[in-house]
Nanobody, 123 residues
Framework: VQLQASGGGLVQAGDSLRLSCTCSRRTCSNNAMGWFRQAPGKEREFVGSISWNGGNTVYADSVKARFTVSRDRAKSTVYLQMSSLKSEDTAVYYC?????????????????WGQGTLVTVSS
């Protein structure tokens, strides 16, 4: 399984940005998908996740009400819509495929990872 994340870039504080992650296999459509991020010098942290059918989403407190995870199962693609971006959102963002149809916030819940896309928010 290969995951390809895209959409990162340099934006201003307060801007919006949408990340995309495409899975190479249709089996991803039956699994939860998650987004994580890793800032320089920090550990990788959970951002948000979505269940296999899109019916359930979970978010980290730091991004709740600003970020939205969605998915298009027909396209085997998951999205991370980010709004009201802050400088502290600067990080490499990774998408990941969950081990089951519902996955939580732990890195252990995910077994396939994309290569990451860099988001830089200037203040």
């Amino acid at each position: 399984v290969q995951l390809q994340a895209s959409g990162g870039g340099l934006v201003q504080a307060g801007d919006s940005l949408r990340l995309s992650c495409t899975c190479s296999r249709r089996t991803c459509s039956n699994n939860a998908m998650g987004w994580f991020r890793q800032a320089p010098g920090k550990e990788r942290e959970f951002v948000g996740s979505i269940s296999w059918n899109g019916g359930n989403t979970v978010y980290a407190d730091s991004v709740k009400a600003r970020f939205t995870v969605s998915r298009d199962r027909a396209k085997s693609t998951v999205y991370l819509q980010m709004s009201s971006l802050k400088s502290e959102d600067t990080a490499v963002y990774y998408c990941a495929a969950g081990r089951s149809s519902f996955s939580g916030s732990s890195l252990r819940d995910y077994n396939f990872w994309g290569q990451g896309t860099l988001v830089t928010v200037s203040s």
